[in-house]
């Protein structure tokens, strides 16, 4: 596909090159490249010359201010090049790879404990390598787990390679096979950077002039062979304001797609049964909860379908906002649902919402996997003929055979653990439904302005009077003994406590061994004068009901359990969490564990028991949870050490493989974005102005795979 004028953007200096190549041109038609390499390019999505140039590098190296390594100091970041004279695989009680370098001023020593098996392969003595870390000492200076680039003996006379900013690419085995490494990219990049006749700018000049930014022409030049650091960080800056205007503009145009000329439900009423309710709760509605209900209240008097995220910490009271929100549809003659990830969470939510109902003319039921025929024919009755106006389930309520009278609210727990299609079959059981979302997993606002940009957003910040934040403590193996002494002081002194046992997929039968062994291990010699008992998610339904039924009265002490009691599940007596392996968890899954206890009146301690050796991610992890029990700065750390396309399922957007803004420091850039699209879309829904033609032609190349959910003109 050839695309207009404004898109051919540079002609090859270079005799040999007899066409003009376009943004859209495959990379094997550019000079150095071919059908072979092209291959190991496309593979680390580098199709067409757009990518080869939007391929930005991930950091610098100063050739001007590398240190000798007669002149490391400890505790000092560095950048060090030399040779490496050896290589060796050290056994012994913490196996390491050692390599020396030296650079004719001195050795040091680089150190890898983790991937030794992978590392070593890639050095070789005599090899040219530029290393940068943090300087420690260990019988002499020393850089552990450093990043590292290779240079050839060329690199050190060749000035593509020395005597400035050199930019370092990302790479990987399969590229480097094929010679791009940050040397073959410098190589490929720098004449094609040389000989573009121009490049076709992708911002108004309007917002280049708000926001003084850098055009795109000299941003390509300055991001991949800048002459000085201000002009690369404008560079940078250009892009990443780029890189999220696009992004911003793609999701308000989304939003206002599925808006445009739909028909929903104007939901007029507010009755006694909402009022009644407000006035039966035994406690008072915090203020970030009537805050986010009056935002929820003026969504569902509008005729257009409600979209919105509630977002709040654990204990944050999100169930009573669904459930009065529930209410007002069902006061307006239709049906509502809530759809829960688990089954224990569902019959969680379930049981609190007939509590509050109990007394009230409002028939609820719970619709789950496994429920005996006769009782899941009965809900099924309920629903279809609109006698049952209210009900809470799990993926089992986007089944075949489940159909709604007049379904009209739906309610969404924790939406990352559901499938696109779970979800969009559930709404198809209604007409034009409104949908609240809610979610636990406190998410930082660069993050709902991303993941979850087409919907509103409201945050639950305020936690229930009486709640006291819970002690969390991270110990080390060796002091199991006193851990087990202090469960029991809890135990004799009228409380409950859990021990929880990690649960991943790929070990699951390992894992779910290790879980019952532990509980054998607990009961027999541990506390066999304490009634434990086991939770794991292979049980059945109404086991495991019956377990938690019993825990909660406080007849079973000691829950032992796999990750099933994550969320949901609220027993106030228990004051105590032991989560063992705490170095396998992820944050938001220790964060929503804790959040198990604290919900009482007596103080609560949740204590992180890991191995004594654990990875540098698993240490800045615990140390998080030992330092805030705020989930939004855990959730910030989360976004930080992971980075965005692995939290809350985003990377199956396909729209948050980020090149080179972050969402962890570039907030201020994001808000300024995202300012411009909103200015846009406010005035130009479809963008069908004729100045808005280069917008237009630039989403359609960014987002040519999901196109079809906006309407530009």
């Known amino acids: 596909m050839r695309r207009p004028d404004p898109f051919r953007i540079f002609a090859m200096s270079d005799s040999s090159q007899t066409h003009s190549i376009h943004l859209d041109t495959t990379v094997q038609y550019l000079k150095g490249i071919g059908p072979k390499r092209a291959g190991a390019l496309e593979k680390a999505g580098i199709r067409f010359a757009e990518d080869l140039l939007t391929y930005f590098p991930r950091r610098y190296l100063d050739r001007r201010t590398v240190t000798r390594i007669r002149d490391v100091r400890v505790n000092a970041s560095v950048t060090v090049v030399g040779q490496i004279l050896a290589v060796d695989v050290i056994r012994g009680r913490r196996q390491r790879l050692v390599v020396l370098v030296g650079d004719g001023s001195g050795m040091m020593e680089c150190v890898w404990f983790q991937g030794i098996a992978y590392v070593s392969k890639n050095f070789h003595a005599g090899e040219t390598v530029a290393f940068s870390g943090k300087v420690s000492v260990y019988h002499g200076p020393q850089l552990v787990h450093p990043e590292y680039d290779k ?5 050190e006379t060749n000035p593509m390679h020395t005597g400035g900013i050199i930019p370092l690419y990302p790479s990987s085995e399969g590229l480097s096979r ?63 304001f780029e890189e999220l205007f696009y992004l911003q503009l793609f999701l308000m145009l989304q939003r206002e797609a599925r808006h445009a000329g739909e028909q929903g439900i104007a939901f007029t009423r507010v009755g006694d049964q909402v009022r009644g309710l407000i006035e039966r709760l035994s406690f008072e509605l915090t203020g970030a909860q009537k805050r986010v209900l009056r935002e929820i209240r003026e969504d569902m008097r509008r005729p257009t379908a409600m979209n919105r995220l509630v977002q709040g910490d654990v204990g944050a009271g999100k169930t009573v906002v669904a459930l009065l929100a529930m209410l007002i549809a069902v006061e307006n003659g239709y049906q509502a649902c809530l759809m ?65 009278r007049n379904l009209g609210f739906v309610v969404i727990d ?116 304490v009634f434990l008992a086991l939770l794991h998610g292979r049980m059945k339904s109404d086991e495991k009901e ?168």
């Open 546 to 713: 019956e377990i938690m039924r019993r825990f909660k009265s406080g007849e079973i002490r000691i829950l032992v359990s796999t990750t099933v009691i994550e969320v949901g599940v609220d027993v106030p007596n228990a004051t105590v969490m032991l989560v063992e392996h705490a170095e396998r968890f992820g944050l938001p899954q220790l964060h929503q564990l804790r959040g198990r206890v604290g919900r009482g009146e007596a103080k609560s301690t949740c204590i992180l028991l890991s191995s004594y050796a654990v990875s540098e991610d698993a240490r800045r992890r615990l140390e998080t949870m030992e330092a805030t029990t705020d989930g939004f700065r855990i959730a910030e750390a989360d976004l930080e050490i992971r980075g965005p396309g692995e939290l809350f399922g985003t990377r199956q957007h396909g729209m948050l493989n980020l090149k080179i803004a972050s969402l962890v420091t570039d907030g201020p850039v994001l808000e300024k974005a995202r300012g411009e699209a909103v200015r846009i879309v406010e005035s130009d829904p479809k963008l069908e102005d004729p100045g808005h033609s280069l917008l237009r032609e630039n989403l359609k190349r960014l987002y040519r795979e999901n196109i079809g959910l906006i309407r530009v003109g």
């Open 151 to 155: 240079l050839s003996e060329a690199d």
């Open 178 to 240: 094929q010679g791009f490494d940050s040397r073959g990219f410098r190589r490929v990049l720098r004449p094609l950077v040389d000989g573009l006749a121009r490049i076709p700018e992708t911002l108004p000049d309007a917002v280049l002039g708000r926001h003084a930014l850098m055009g795109r022409r000299e941003a390509v030049e300055n991001i991949h062979f800048p002459g000085r650091w201000k002009d690369l960080e404008s560079a940078r800056l250009r892009f990443k």
């Open 414 to 529: 924790e939406q990352h653990r559901f499938g696109v299609m779970q979800r969009a079959t559930l709404l198809q059981k209604g007409v034009t439904p409104d949908v609240l979302i809610m979610t636990a997993t406190p998410i930082p606002r660069t993050l709902a302005l991303t993941a979850y940009g087409d919907l509103d957003v409201s945050v639950l910040d305020e936690l229930p009077p009486g709640r006291h934040p819970v002690r969390t403590v991270w110990r080390k193996e060796d002091i199991r003994g006193k851990v087990y002494e202090f469960i029991r002081d809890e135990i004799r002194s009228g409380r409950q406590a859990y021990i929880v046992y990690p649960l991943v997929e790929e070990s699951e039968k390992l894992d779910l061994k290790a879980a019952t062994e532990g509980f054998e291990t607990l009961s027999r010699t541990v506390f066999p004068d």
């Open 340 to 404: 829960a990830p688990t089954e224990i969470l569902a019959e969680q939510h379930f049981l609190n919402i007939r509590r509050m109902l109990e007394g009230m003319d409002v028939s609820s039921a719970l619709l789950r996997g496994g429920q005996k025929t006769k009782e899941r024919q009965a809900v099924l009755d309920g629903l279809a003929d609109g006698s049952i106006p209210l009900v809470v389930g799990t993926h089992a309520l986007v089944q075949e055979g489940v159909a709604f």
